[in-house]
């Protein structure tokens, strides 16, 4: 994209021009601009096939240097995969416990949403906390729709 005429509405700009005369000078250059890209794009797809194909047949040690370098760049792909799936893994604590914490202070029985640290339903009276079943009085894990003992539909 980086090479793309039109700064990266290259995509954009080939839709459009259907509606423009496909004999327009601009058209063409663009059109040409565009089969150049796609071309330099399938050349670098292979050209990455091809070393796939060096490295099984050849081993990996016999390109030196670029053996080297590709060894540093293989292990700091590592690093940061494993920064990112711990990322990941933070983020989804994070929501889960502020989806949590949003299901504690929301009422069981009225399904009204209450402060943080209310112990009591502002609506109804309601203790708040421990998640039961409004019907059969069962404990509820936080965001259960139904019920897991009589199967009620639980207020959201």
């Known amino acids: ?43 670098k797809e292979l050209y990455a096939e091809i ?13 030196g240097e670029a053996a080297d370098r590709l060894k540093l760049i293989q292990s700091n792909l590592a690093m940061a995969t494993r920064e990112l799936d711990s990322q990941k893994a933070e983020k989804e604590a994070k929501e889960k416990a502020q989806q949590e914490a949003a299901a504690a202070a929301r009422c069981p029985s009225c399904g009204s949403d209450n402060p943080e640290g ?18 059969c009085g069962a404990a509820l894990a936080p965001g259960s729709r139904f019920c897991g003992e009589c199967g009620a539909r639980q207020p959201e």
């Open 51 to 63: 070393g796939v194909m060096a490295i099984e047949r050849y081993g990996l040690e016999s390109f």
């Open 1 to 43: 994209m980086g090479n793309d005429l039109f700064g990266g509405l290259g995509g954009l700009m080939k839709g459009l021009s259907n509606l423009i005369p496909q004999d327009d000078p601009a058209v063409k250059m663009m059109n040409a601009h565009t089969q150049v890209n796609d071309l330099k794009k399938q050349e």
């Open 118 to 135: 209310t112990k009591f339903c502002q609506e109804c009276g309601t203790k708040l906390g421990a998640a039961h079943c409004t019907s």
